[in-house]
């Protein structure tokens, strides 16, 4: 991967642990910060404006029909979530904010810390915008600006210029993930199965076969419970799986976990969908062909019925599926997979 020097001399700048996936267009002064992962599936697909910034383990995703668009002097917190969203110019997303597809952010808006912007949400400028799901605070007022403006070193012209293009490797890197041994476990991948590079998998882990472990993932075996990953699983960009000591986690056949979830010790039915941002907790249960909606929390011991909806924060079933949900857009292609080598055992 090389970055190129945009029109106006000054170079993108990309942590040496953040991750380029497929073709981005990058524009002078864009930070991507330590851990942040930017996926794109084709040209055009995920475009970030000069001098914006996207900060560390949050996650970009963008597609043919639900690109990523983000303007000038726009600064994304710790562990934000864009998947498929345009946002404008001098925008201020808080920590752990989650855009889904289809959201329009204009210019200058701001959201709290852990706001969830639901697919298709059109947001008007200088918006203040908090929740789970997102509702309209108030009109950002002078001092909101003024703070922004601070905040970029009083830095707020835009410029014309053009982006500069990155090209990075779907599963960029030679050797594929890294497997770490804790006291005498050591994790087993089936041969079909394929880690990104930056993943890292701990201790008693069993993955399936061709399962998807995706960029920055961290899953983590080092207490007296297993961890079992079934087949054709998908576990995507920076999410974090964990238990606690005398418990088991345990992720069925055809699961797919968004960009950026918490999973730690519970059941995950064959089939299921959990949205990026999502945590589901200790002892928790979720039926097959479940929908877990973007930042929810599946609170402990809690247990959700098979082809069911849930949403909230604490989760509770908003609604039930006829069939198990497809696999989600911003999912991996398997058809793209062939690009990435299996990793040395």
Request: proline residues 7%; charged residues 15%.
């Amino acid at each position: 991967m090389s970055l190129s020097e945009p029109a106006s001399g000054e170079a993108p700048q990309v942590a040496a642990s953040a991750r380029i996936l497929g073709p981005v267009a990058l524009g002078a002064g864009t930070i991507l910060a330590q851990g942040a992962v930017v996926r794109s599936h084709g040209a055009g697909d995920v475009e970030i404006g000069h001098h914006s910034a996207v900060l560390e383990n949050s996650t970009v995703v963008g597609r043919p029909g639900q690109p990523v668009r983000i303007g000038q002097r726009t600064a994304f917190g710790h562990r934000c979530q864009i998947i498929g969203a345009i946002v404008g110019d001098l925008c201020e997303i808080g920590n752990g904010t989650i855009l889904m597809p289809g959201a329009r952010l204009g210019s200058g808006v701001i959201t709290a810390e852990g706001t969830v912007v639901p697919p298709g949400t059109v947001v008007a400028d200088d918006t203040v915008l908090v929740g789970r799901p997102a509702h309209v605070l108030r009109t950002a007022t002078d001092a909101d600006r003024a703070r922004i403006a601070a905040l970029r070193d009083h830095e707020i012209d835009l410029i014309d210029h053009p982006l500069s293009h990155v090209h990075g490797r779907i599963g960029a890197g030679g050797t594929m993930g890294t497997l770490y041994s804790y006291r005498d476990k050591r994790p087993q991948v089936a041969g079909s199965a394929v880690l990104f590079d930056s993943a890292e998998v701990t201790g008693d882990v069993t993955i399936g076969e061709e399962t998807v472990i995706g960029a920055g993932v961290k899953i983590i075996g080092d207490s007296h419970g297993p961890v079992r990953i079934g087949a054709r699983v998908q576990i995507l960009e920076n999410t974090v799986l964990h238990l606690l000591p005398d418990n088991e986690l345990l992720v069925g056949d055809d699961v797919t976990i968004g960009p950026g979830a918490m999973i730690h010790g519970c059941r995950l039915g064959a089939g299921t969908v959990v949205e990026p941002g999502a945590i589901v907790c200790d002892n928790a249960s979720v039926g097959a062909g479940s929908v877990v909606r973007a930042g929810t929390c599946v609170v402990q011991r809690q247990e959700i019925p098979p082809l069911s909806v849930v949403s909230g924060f604490p989760a509770h079933v908003i609604g039930t599926l006829d069939a198990p949900p497809p696999r989600p857009a911003w999912a991996l292609p398997l058809g793209e997979l062939h690009t990435i080598a299996v990793i040395e055992r």
